[in-house]
């Protein structure tokens, strides 16, 4: 094969690759590890004798449904684990103030909705998977906006793979 034909075929698969739809970059599931799964073994017999959390109807309702979810070792996508993240960081402070107060999982409804979410062990699980897939994302090129100004904050950094395209067709040639 000739060196055109190489250089060709190596532009050709690296597009295929900018080009692909950024969902199959996410197409791992994770178990969660055994130090959430005791966490909310034992969130879940604390509510067996005293449940303050109840479904609201909100959109992260009360955990149940999640920890019976990771008992269960059932695996977790990573828009899921995203969703937990999410949920820590929406209620981290929350957390951080009712242990202030001096409550705790036999008095306090968010934090037995924090402990059935996987508590600090999931929070950290969940943040560890989240910042890893960020920090792929993050070594992505600057784009040009509308404006003309180069930045990498124009796209949202979940959803980008990585643009290595240009500099490895620049070190090919």
Same mark, same amino acid.
């Given at each position: 094969?000739?060196?055109?034909?190489?250089?060709?075929?190596?532009?050709?698969?690296?597009?295929?690759?900018?080009?692909?739809?950024?969902?199959?970059?996410?197409?791992?599931?994770?178990?969660?590890?055994?130090?959430?799964?005791?966490?909310?073994?034992?969130?879940?017999?604390?509510?067996?004798?005293?449940? @303050?959390?109840?479904?609201?109807?909100?959109?992260?309702?009360? =955990?149940?449904?999640? %920890?019976?979810? +990771? #008992? *269960? &070792?059932?695996?977790?996508?990573?828009?899921?684990?995203?969703?937990?993240?999410?949920?820590?960081?929406?209620?981290?402070?929350?957390?951080?103030?009712?242990?202030?107060?001096?409550?705790?999982?036999?008095?306090?409804?968010? @934090?037995?909705?924090?402990?059935?979410?996987?508590?600090?062990? =999931?929070?950290?699980? %969940?943040?560890? +998977? #989240? *910042? &890893?897939?960020?920090?792929?994302?993050?070594?992505?090129?600057?784009?040009?906006?509308?404006?003309?100004?180069?930045?990498?904050?124009?796209?949202?950094?979940?959803?980008?793979?990585?643009?290595?395209?240009?500099?490895?067709?620049?070190?090919?040639?």
């Amino acid at each position: 094969m000739s060196d055109k034909n190489i250089i060709k075929n190596l532009i050709k698969e690296e597009f295929q690759k900018i080009f692909e739809d950024f969902r199959y970059l996410y197409d791992t599931t994770y178990i969660p590890p055994q130090n959430v799964i005791n966490t909310v073994q034992k969130a879940l017999e604390v509510i067996s004798k005293n449940k @303050l959390v109840d479904s609201n109807g909100s959109n992260e309702g009360s =955990g149940l449904r999640k %920890a019976k979810a +990771i #008992i *269960n &070792k059932e695996p977790m996508t990573h828009a899921q684990i995203k969703r937990m993240k999410a949920f820590f960081d929406n209620n981290y402070k929350e957390k951080k103030n009712e242990k202030a107060l001096g409550k705790n999982i036999n008095n306090s409804a968010l @934090l037995q909705s924090w402990d059935l979410w996987g508590g600090d062990a =999931g929070e950290l699980w %969940a943040d560890g +998977i #989240i *910042n &890893k897939s960020h920090s792929k994302n993050d070594s992505s090129k600057t784009i040009r906006g509308a404006s003309g100004i180069r930045t990498k904050t124009l796209m949202d950094p979940n959803n980008t793979r990585t643009h290595s395209v240009h500099s490895k067709i620049k070190n090919s040639l």
